[in-house]
């Protein structure tokens, strides 16, 4: 860099120093500094978050054995439910177990088997005797009397399962987790914070959605659900709730199997 000094500066050699100082300073400032770098050191990548689909999700799989998906830690050790034969789990740090809700469960589960059996028994056997005489007709009057009255106990021991199996789904479908039916895990619910690979998850609009999963098949099920067949796993398939304002609220994936 060259700089041209005047004749008033030359006659004080104070002035020249000074001035030298000054320049040597801008000179290092624009090289980029002492260690003449100049280069801010590079922010490391974050990780990408894990992919929610058909692969599975924390280490848990299709298809696999409940007690090899325990031995791996990802699951909180006690279940959250076991009506109907299903055996859910919450995610480790999830929502704990409620012991409360797991026994009116079971209380209303085995109500409602043991009035179905008997007003099934109660019907088999309530055909006309022969008799018909006044007794006779009286005796097959209280028989279709008490089967009517197992039929009315049965079906509101129906409608009352049915809510309880309503409950379990909403409390799982919030959360996520893993429910296992005799031949392993049956179905893999997202977490709320988890995206399927096409960026799908609590949250995402059915417009979004739609337009993810459209031309794959995408239906609305008789359940409500969006429904989307998983290439390659036969039997399998995406489930997405969703509000009636165009919202999706939970993920899953999901086995035609049977719980029990």
Request: net charge positive.
């Given at each position: 860099?060259?700089?041209k000094?005047?004749?008033?500066?030359?006659?004080?050699?104070?002035?020249?120093?000074?001035?030298?100082?000054?320049?040597?300073?801008v000179?290092?400032c624009?090289?980029?500094?002492?260690?003449?770098?100049?280069?801010?050191?590079a922010?490391?990548?974050?990780?990408k978050?894990?992919?929610?689909?058909?692969?599975?999700?924390?280490?848990?799989?299709?298809?696999?054995?409940?007690?090899?998906?325990?031995?791996?830690?990802?699951?909180?050790?006690?279940?959250?439910?076991?009506?109907?034969?299903?055996?859910d789990?919450s995610?480790?740090g999830g929502?704990?177990?409620?012991?409360?809700?797991?026994?009116?469960?079971?209380?209303?589960?085995?109500?409602?088997?043991?009035?179905?059996?008997?007003?099934?028994?109660?019907a088999?056997?309530?055909?006309?005797?022969?008799?018909?005489?006044?007794?006779?007709?009286a005796?097959?009057?209280?028989?279709?009397?008490?089967?009517?009255?197992?039929m009315?106990d049965?079906?509101l021991?129906?409608a009352?399962?049915?809510?309880?199996?309503?409950?379990r789904?909403k409390?799982?479908?919030?959360?996520?987790?893993?429910?296992?039916?005799?031949d392993?895990?049956r179905?893999?619910?997202?977490?709320?914070?988890?995206?399927?690979?096409?960026?799908?998850?609590?949250?995402?609009?059915?417009?979004?959605?739609?337009k993810?999963?459209?031309a794959r098949?995408?239906?609305?099920?008789?359940n409500k659900?969006?429904?989307?067949p998983?290439d390659?796993?036969?039997?399998?398939?995406?489930?997405f709730?969703?509000?009636?304002?165009?919202?999706?609220?939970?993920?899953?994936?999901?086995s035609?199997?049977?719980?029990?």
């Amino acid at each position: 860099m060259r700089t041209k000094l005047n004749k008033s500066v030359l006659g004080r050699p104070g002035l020249i120093v000074l001035t030298v100082a000054l320049l040597t300073g801008v000179t290092a400032c624009t090289s980029g500094g002492s260690s003449g770098t100049g280069a801010a050191p590079a922010a490391s990548a974050a990780p990408k978050p894990e992919v929610f689909g058909p692969a599975g999700y924390r280490g848990l799989t299709p298809g696999m054995a409940k007690e090899a998906a325990l031995a791996g830690g990802k699951l909180a050790p006690a279940p959250t439910s076991t009506l109907d034969g299903c055996t859910d789990f919450s995610y480790t740090g999830g929502p704990a177990p409620d012991p409360a809700r797991i026994a009116a469960e079971e209380a209303v589960e085995k109500k409602s088997k043991e009035l179905n059996k008997k007003a099934d028994e109660a019907a088999a056997s309530s055909g006309s005797d022969g008799d018909t005489s006044a007794a006779g007709s009286a005796r097959s009057a209280a028989k279709s009397a008490e089967v009517a009255r197992l039929m009315a106990d049965s079906a509101l021991a129906i409608a009352e399962l049915a809510e309880k199996r309503e409950a379990r789904d909403k409390a799982f479908a919030a959360s996520g987790g893993a429910s296992f039916g005799k031949d392993g895990l049956r179905e893999l619910g997202a977490p709320p914070d988890a995206k399927t690979a096409e960026g799908i998850g609590a949250g995402s609009s059915v417009d979004e959605l739609k337009k993810a999963y459209d031309a794959r098949g995408l239906k609305l099920g008789e359940n409500k659900r969006y429904q989307l067949p998983i290439d390659g796993k036969p039997g399998w398939h995406y489930e997405f709730v969703t509000t009636p304002e165009g919202k999706v609220t939970a993920v899953s994936i999901i086995s035609a199997a049977k719980c029990a």
